[in-house]
């Protein structure tokens, strides 16, 4: 039965069953029922998986050396489900203690399989959201990778981060001004859009915006930005018609 075919009570009592199974796994160097979990074909059983994981780290100090040890033998799994989970599992390590598992996005970012490659994007946004010096700063040394799906992908990562604290992230994203790639150019001015409309977001994002040299690609990002405040109206701190005039009036 699917994790949310089970009432709350089932759902708890399975979590619970997760925890001890992990629990075992470790302290028996078995890593087989670790497996089976991440391997599950129901996402939110996997995902109850590296919850529990991130909470096992935190709780049982003398086993974390053993439980990335696990996790790093996983990572070399054939099924990319399993990798996946991997990888989210070290970004819930990751909220706190990035440098433990910095490894395994290293190596995620490259993984052949496309859910691999968008657990790390997850785990970016996650991570830097509550983390963010640490994230960011390894980020950075990714936004002239020569794969531009690397780019795309750091640039799409550090967007959580931004819609907060967009002066955390407008200095990485402007080094990405003068990219020629189009998947990498669009998905910059998607992310520069989506930490527009946060409430206090947009004058930041104006004021950084002044100051990047590619005006065509500021102008893209501007009409991106006042198309945001009406697709999200329900969500955006200005209307439209605010938000375009507060444009109008600094450009």
């Known amino acids: 039965m699917a994790f949310y075919d089970l009432t709350k009570e089932q759902r708890v009592r399975r979590v619970e069953d997760i925890h001890a199974g992990i629990l075992a796994t470790l ?12 391997g599950d074909e129901d996402t939110y059983l996997r995902k109850a998986a590296y919850i529990e994981v991130g909470r096992i780290y935190f709780s049982e100090k003398s086993l974390q050396a053993q439980l990335v040890t696990v996790l790093n033998e996983l990572l070399a799994a054939a099924d990319f489900k399993v990798r996946q989970t991997v990888i989210n599992a070290a970004g819930e390590i990751g909220k706190k203690e990035f440098g433990v598992v910095q490894y395994f996005f290293d190596t995620g970012l490259f993984d052949p399989h496309h859910s691999p490659r ?46 907060k604290c967009p002066q955390d992230i407008l200095p990485l994203l402007q080094e990405l001004e003068w990219d020629k790639t189009a998947r990498v150019r669009n998905t910059l001015i998607h992310v520069i859009g989506q930490i527009a409309y946060k409430k206090d977001c947009l004058k930041t994002v104006v004021e950084y915006l002044k100051k990047w040299e590619n005006k065509q690609l500021v102008a893209e990002a501007l009409e991106e930005v006042i198309d945001v405040h009406h697709r999200y109206r329900n969500f955006a701190a200005m209307t439209q018609e605010e938000a375009r005039r507060f444009i109008g009036e600094n450009f």
């Open 27 to 38: 302290k028996s160097a078995n890593t087989e029922a670790l497996q089976h979990y991440f």
């Open 118 to 163: 968008n657990a790390v994007i997850g785990s970016i946004k996650k991570m830097g959201e509550v983390n963010p010096q640490p994230v960011l700063s390894w980020a950075r040394n990714y936004l002239h990778h020569t794969d531009k799906e690397i780019r795309r992908e750091i640039c799409h990562g550090i967007e959580l981060r931004g819609r």
